[in-house]
């Protein structure tokens, strides 16, 4: 079953806006994580953040973690055309460290 | 460094025939890591290895599927007979310990089962 699920499922933006995607998720976690998918390649990790952690950054990317809410953002800033790809969260099981992957957010950033 | 590969890219075969989708991790990892992903059901572990050893196959759909890690260096999924329902992207991914690790991704098997 899906843990984590994101919201929206698609976003378009222009280049140079900011994109927000969300991800919730049903049970208790040690760790969230998010990775980007370019069409018919691999997932690449972006960032992991510990439900300890509420903030954690990285270049042109920020993510929340709200465990109260069991909810996170990822935070796109200044977006590119390349920043155009699949997003995905990823949250392990609490009891144990095995991931389930979210459907993804289709982010399109228009030149 | 070379990330994870996996052969072949592309795989068209008839129902019934058995496929082979092979992973070589990168260098070092201890963990190893099957997924398969659909439209529908997106991304789903099938199996995963801690130093070669399966560890938990309960992603695993059918009788059909068996994983294989002979060596820290080559895993197999194999599934035999192969039918329509399992076409798909394979992906193997491996992990450098296991808990607040993240997971390299190879570029996947797209599987066509006609």
């Known amino acids: 079953s899906q843990q984590g699920e994101e919201d929206p499922q698609a976003l378009s933006i222009q280049e140079g806006e900011n994109a927000t995607m969300n991800c919730s998720y049903k049970?208790?976690?040690?760790?969230l994580q998010w990775y980007r998918q370019n069409s018919g390649r691999g997932l690449v990790h972006l960032i992991l953040i510990r439900s300890n952690e509420r903030e954690k950054h990285s270049g042109r990317l920020r993510v929340t973690l709200d465990t109260s809410k069991k909810s996170s953002s990822l935070l796109i800033t200044a977006s590119r055309a390349a920043d155009t790809a699949s997003y995905f969260c990823a949250t392990d099981g609490g009891s144990n460290y095995k991931l389930t992957f979210g459907k993804g957010t289709l982010l399109t950033v228009n030149p | 460094d070379a990330g994870v590969i996996q052969s072949p890219r592309h795989e068209v075969t008839e129902m019934g025939q058995e496929v082979t989708l092979r992973c070589k991790p990168i260098s070092g990892h201890d963990y190893l890591f099957w997924y398969r992903q659909t439209m529908m059901r997106g991304l789903e572990l099938l199996i995963y290895f801690n130093n070669n050893v399966p560890i938990d196959d309960s992603g695993m759909p059918e009788d059909r599927f068996s994983a294989k890690m002979p060596n820290a260096s080559f895993s197999t999924l194999k599934i035999q007979p192969s039918e329509p329902r399992d076409s798909a992207v394979y992906f193997c991914?491996?992990?450098?310990?296991?808990?607040?690790?993240?997971?390299?991704f190879g570029d996947g098997t797209r599987l066509s089962i006609l």
């Open positions: 991914a491996s992990s450098l310990g296991w808990g607040y690790q993240p997971q390299h």
């Open positions: 049970t208790s976690i040690n760790n």
